[in-house]
């Protein structure tokens, strides 16, 4: 059901073609600028941190993915502040489907092919710069932890925009600044005070999208072992979406007509 | 023991509205103080709805019937009191409730905004996992007697507001519940589609669905229930059945005049002692009892007084009945709550 | 008189700000997320010059001055502009705005206008917070500091226009979302908002100097520094003010064309 409900959106997005090639070159774009960024500071210095350029490219690459996961899978909770407000969260309420997957696909970010694509192409790049020492088990964890980082970061999506419950405006201002706030952790953590890590790596886990599973990945730094951790970060992400999507709907008020 | 299909008890819903004053100063005090007003949208409603019953619930603008249709539906949690509705706590049980149920509210489409409205049915299948033979069954029946057979391909922001509800319908019915909400099923509808929505309706609860309808049109329930519940301002003032109210209402008829010329309003009332006679002289209104003076009488002897430029004739909607039951002209029903 | 005509323009600001303030959480916490990326950036640039060798000619302090500089332009003239015009377009909504008896263009650059007076104190709260935290930038002397100011006013236009501008291609796709991204990306790079042009390679600092976007991180952090003064700021301001002139008549251009579109076609 859910899967048709997106598909379906496919369908009605690509009634206009020359717009969907506009929106995947602007966000490739878009995906590109943290990458000259990148590129310009790795010009003019060997590593940050002691992190190199390749080690860097690949936790961006996560938080690229990340996006476009959330872009794909999520998108629609993006329109719940005004599905709030206006009162149209009604339907979703009469109909015997958790409400939280029937916002998530209430709509599809078409973005979601140029943040993706340009997320892939990074991350095979950096993979095979990066020499690492593959054999079957570590590609199967790899494999758990990747998948569940993407988790990580589509339920952090949801949950900032759960926020629409409490706040009541009409546009997510706040969850995109949440959103921004996963960007800090396109580059190394260790840059950050005790502080601030503390708090990405736990409160609001958007470490665990990028940095932990490369760094485990790469067997790089002291705390790589916090990698193998992440599928538990996804269960407390999931579970805090979910609890936040029934508690905010309690005080859902649906509008005046 | 048979326990009502529908069932509410004390049921409260209150808002909390931000008491702001006006303009900047009012929003950056509001900020500080955090003052609210509280507003008992429904306040004790007690109601029993049997199975396969057709209830009307009407009450004037703000009454509390939206919020009613909410509070039943799972979509608002009740501030207290109890709801059940075939064995279910709506909102605490939301998709156990789902199922059982079909809501239409008229002022505001549930297809979705961008898909052909054949797409929105298909998904509506899944959603319910209605079996693909009842659900081939289903959508051809009510394509007949709704007539969908050409809005199915059309996206769902293209339809007028006519086709829309039609489809609404259909929507809320794929999956043939045994409880249906109607919220303003009929408004903005032209005559012709209005009938045809009535007399959808009427096989609806001819096929032993329950109904609750709520609306402003009395003519939507005449035809469709037989029971009649009276909200206004969140409580339950009247609740009997339809016929006793009809009879009641049919007494009285207004009778809106322009004369000619401006005439003595006290001659009328002496002409036609027992109605109730306002306005001015050069334009006023007779409200009488049908079984008293028929409209013939009643022209009459206007005429006999004046010459009449215009007139025309008022049977009593919503607002009127309402007044009645205030007035103490309806009889209380044993499960009435009286104000 | 022109307070008569500017009315209904103040209005309008007002109204702007107003609204803003109304949805003031969500206003309030974005403007704090944005601290998030500048924040991102100070860090990695302490890290980067802790050794206290200078990078492409910045040391620590000059680069925090930098950043702080291109933080305050990115603040002003957030996306609010474009993103409700370009609902109000698409929804066909435009035509309300048609009947009010003001111009358009004049009518978004007032709407704009009463939003930076809320994101320049915005700004200038995270920037205080900022220099507590990472510690002081070197202030520039009085007659720079007058170069800096008058640079950083004409941001304001400057960006507006370019935004404007993009809005406008509404009326030509349904697809303002990836348009919106474009011109973000394009001018996040070109600006030198994202890292001082003297960090690309020559081709790319070349298409940075002859677009307009320099002149909206670039040039004022750049007259801040120091790193352009005397005839060299009064040139860069003087090209500020070329592409403000060229892309207002552009814009307003583009309008009509566009305006004639939507009566032609009914939107
Ligand atoms: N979401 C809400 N927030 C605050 N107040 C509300 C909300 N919904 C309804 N109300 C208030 O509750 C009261 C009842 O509203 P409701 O929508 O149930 O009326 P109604 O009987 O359906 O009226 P109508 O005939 O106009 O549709 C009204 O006074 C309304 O202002
Ligand atoms: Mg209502």
Redesign the interface.
């Known amino acids: 059901?859910y899967r048709?409900?997106l598909g379906?959106?496919v369908r009605?997005s690509l009634e206009y073609e020359a717009d969907f090639w506009i929106l995947v070159f602007g966000v490739g774009l878009s995906q590109c600028v943290g990458l000259v960024f990148i590129g310009a500071v790795f010009a003019k210095v060997p590593h940050i941190n002691g992190w190199g350029l390749w080690e860097v490219v690949l936790m961006y690459s996560m938080m690229t993915i990340g996006q476009g996961c959330s872009e794909l899978f999520a998108e629609g909770s993006w329109d719940l502040p005004m599905l709030v407000n206006r009162?149209?969260?009604?339907?979703m309420?009469?109909?015997?489907?958790?409400?939280i997957l029937q916002v998530c696909s209430f709509r599809l970010g078409m973005n979601a092919f140029g943040t993706l694509a340009v997320g892939t192409v990074l991350l095979v790049t950096a993979l095979a710069r990066l020499h690492v020492h593959w054999t079957p088990a570590r590609a199967a964890i790899a494999l758990l932890v990747f998948a569940s980082a993407l988790v990580v970061k589509v339920s952090l999506t949801v949950i900032a925009n759960a926020s629409a419950f409490w706040l009541r405006g009409t546009i997510s201002t706040f969850a995109a600044g949440a959103d921004q706030l996963g960007d800090l952790t396109r580059y190394p953590l260790t840059i950050y005070g005790v502080g601030l890590r503390a708090f990405l790596s736990t409160a609001v886990p958007f470490a665990f999208v990028g940095f932990f599973p490369a760094a485990w990945v790469l067997g790089h730094g002291q705390s790589a072992w916090v990698g193998l951790l992440t599928p538990l970060a996804a269960a407390y992400c999931v579970t805090v979406a979910v609890l936040a999507f029934r508690f905010g709907?309690?005080r859902?008020?649906?509008a005046g007509? | 023991m048979d326990e009502p299909l529908i069932r509410a008890r004390a049921l409260t819903k209150t808002?909390r509205r931000p008491d702001k004053g006006p303009g900047?100063a009012g929003?950056a005090r509001h900020?500080i103080t955090r003052k609210y007003t509280e507003h008992h949208a429904i306040d004790g409603i007690d109601l029993d709805v049997a199975a396969g019953e057709a209830v009307a619930y009407v009450g004037r603008n703000g009454a509390g019937k939206?919020?009613t249709v909410?509070l039943l539906?799972?979509?608002?949690?009740p501030s207290s009191g109890e709801v059940r509705v075939a064995g279910v706590v709506p909102h605490q049980d939301?998709?156990?409730n789902?199922?059982n149920?079909g809501?239409v509210?008229g002022?505001?489409t549930?297809l979705?905004w961008?898909?052909p409205v054949r797409?929105t049915f298909?998904?509506?299948r899944?959603?319910?996992r209605i079996p693909p033979e009842r659900y081939r069954a289903t959508l051809a029946r009510l394509t007949e007697v709704l007539d969908l057979g050409p809005l199915l391909p059309v996206?769902g922001r293209k339809l007028s507001l006519g086709q829309r509800m039609r489809a609404d319908l259909a929507a809320a019915l794929l999956h043939e519940p045994p409880i249906v909400y109607l919220d303003e099923p009929t408004i903005g509808l032209d005559i012709e589609v209005k009938d045809r929505v009535r007399e959808f309706l009427r096989d609806l609860v001819a096929n032993g669905t329950t109904v609750l309808l709520t609306t402003h049109d009395l003519g939507d329930i005449e035809d469709v229930c037989r029971r009649i519940v009276i909200v206004d301002g969140g409580r339950i003032i009247h609740d009997g059945p339809l016929a006793a109210v009809r009879d009641e209402l049919a007494r009285e008829r207004s009778m809106h005049v322009q004369p000619a010329v401006p005439v003595d309003l006290a001659a009328i009332r002496a002409a036609l002692p027992g109605t109730e006679v306002s306005g001015e002289p050069g334009e006023f209104s007779i409200r009488f009892d049908r079984f008293a003076y028929s409209a013939g009488q009643v022209a009459a002897a206007v005429m006999g007084l004046a010459e009449i430029r215009d007139f025309r004739i008022d049977e009593p909607g919503i607002e009127d009945v309402v007044r009645r039951v205030y007035e103490g002209g309806l009889v209380e029903s044993p499960t009435g709550a009286p104000a | 008189m022109p307070s008569v005509a500017m009315r209904p323009y103040l209005a309008i600001a007002r109204i702007s700000w107003?609204s803003a303030?109304?949805y003031?959480i969500p206003f309030v916490l974005s403007l704090c997320m944005m601290v998030f990326n500048l924040l991102a950036m100070l860090s990695l640039w302490r890290v980067l010059l802790a050794s206290g060798h200078p990078l492409a000619g910045f040391t620590w302090p000059e680069m925090r001055a930098y950043l702080l500089v291109s933080f305050v332009t990115g603040c002003l003239v957030s996306s609010f502009t474009d993103f409700t015009m370009a609902f109000r377009i698409q929804s066909g909504l435009v035509a309300l705005d048609l009947t009010q008896p003001v111009h358009y263009q004049r009518a978004r650059f007032a709407q704009c206008l009463g939003m930076t007076v809320l994101e320049s104190a915005t700004a200038a709260v995270v920037c205080g917070a900022a220099l507590a935290a990472f510690g002081a930038i070197p202030v520039p002397a009085l007659p720079q500091l007058a170069l800096f100011l008058v640079s950083l006013v004409a941001v304001v236009p400057l960006k507006f226009l370019i935004v404007y501008s993009s809005g406008l291609l509404c009326f030509w796709t349904h697809n303002y979302l990836g348009v919106s991204f474009a011109r973000a990306a394009v001018s996040a790079v070109l600006s030198g908002a994202l890292v001082p042009l003297v960090f690309f390679p020559g081709w790319l600092r070349i298409l940075a100097e002859v677009l307009p976007f320099q002149g909206i991180a670039s040039t004022p952090a750049l007259i801040y520094l120091g790193q352009a003064s005397g005839w060299d700021a009064v040139r860069l301001i003087g090209i500020q003010l070329l592409w403000i002139a060229v892309l207002w008549a552009g814009a307003s251009a583009a309008w009509n064309a566009a305006l004639r579109r939507l009566t032609i076609h009914g939107g």
């Open positions: 059901m048709r409900s379906a959106h009605a009162g149209e969260l009604d339907r309420l009469v109909r015997p489907y958790p409400v709907l309690r859902y008020d649906s007509n | 808002f900047l929003s900020l939206s919020t909410k539906t799972g979509i608002l949690v939301r998709i156990a789902a199922r149920i809501v509210f002022q505001r549930q979705w961008d898909l797409e298909t998904l509506l899944d959603m319910y996206t | 107003r303030l109304a003031r």
